[in-house]
């Protein structure tokens, strides 16, 4: 690639490990409303919004509600989960996030946060990381969700650098295609056959250099 000038990462599977909260929390919602949500079920949600999110479990429920209704039980799912993530620690964050994050400093490459979550500010103070990017571009600044590039691109803009010089970092289907659209490279934290169109898998950041992300 051109120079590596920047580096953004997704949040929820990247450098944290959220997953698991937002699932209890949607679970929770599901059996309110008198039906079961499986962990297999919620991988359709990585990098979705809270909206789709909760659109797609109902579909799963077979429930219908109105849109007044939709808007109190995705409130609801939020309390639910803001519970969750009060326990966070800078212990959960991902392997390998805060020592490649601070490389990328070390360098002189920037760094962003390109998330969907509304949520993306509380959680990186709660594990300790609200200070180490130069910029954050989450789900309360974007009005398209991915695939739509408009986060990734927002956070290069807020960079000052061109998409070209952007690798992204991302462990949902629907944000490698964000980044492709983009026109960035893109490193697929999760399993190779899951994120075919990323330029390289690996299983965290804790297996991947800068050295070899200047290469891609
Ligand atoms: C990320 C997560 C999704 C979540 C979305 C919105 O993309 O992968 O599971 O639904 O953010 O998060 P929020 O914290 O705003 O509900
Ligand atoms: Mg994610």
Redesign the pocket.
Same mark, same amino acid.
């Given at each position: 690639m051109k120079e590596l000038k920047a580096c953004i990462f997704d949040l929820? =599977?990247v450098i944290v490990d959220t +997953?698991v909260h937002?699932y209890k929390a949607w679970k929770r919602l599901a059996n309110s409303l008198g039906f079961d949500f499986t962990e297999e079920q919620n991988e359709q949600? #990585? =990098?979705? @919004?809270?909206v789709r @999110?909760l659109e797609i479990i109902l579909a799963i429920g077979g429930y219908s509600a109105t849109a007044t209704e939709q808007e109190k039980m995705a409130a609801q799912k939020?309390d639910w989960?803001l519970e969750l993530i009060g326990q966070m620690t800078p212990e959960d964050i991902l392997p390998g996030a805060k020592e490649f994050v601070e490389a990328c400093k070390a360098e002189g490459i920037k760094t962003a946060i390109g @998330? +969907? @979550? #509304?949520?993306t500010l509380t959680i990186l103070s709660k594990i300790g990381l609200d200070k180490h990017f130069d910029a954050i571009v989450d =789900?309360n600044k974007v009005t398209k969700a991915k695939p739509d590039p408009e986060v990734f691109l927002n956070a290069a803009k807020e960079l000052n650098v061109d998409a070209s010089v952007c690798v992204v970092f991302e462990d +949902?289907i629907a944000g490698v295609e964000a980044a492709n659209n983009a026109g960035m490279r893109c490193v697929g934290i999760g399993q190779p056959a899951v994120l075919t169109e990323a330029n390289a898998v690996v299983s965290s950041l804790a297996e991947i250099t800068l050295s070899k992300v200047k290469y891609l």
């Open positions: 929820d =599977g +997953a937002h949600l #990585k =990098g979705v @919004s809270r @999110s939020n989960y @998330s +969907a @979550s #509304k949520n =789900g +949902a």
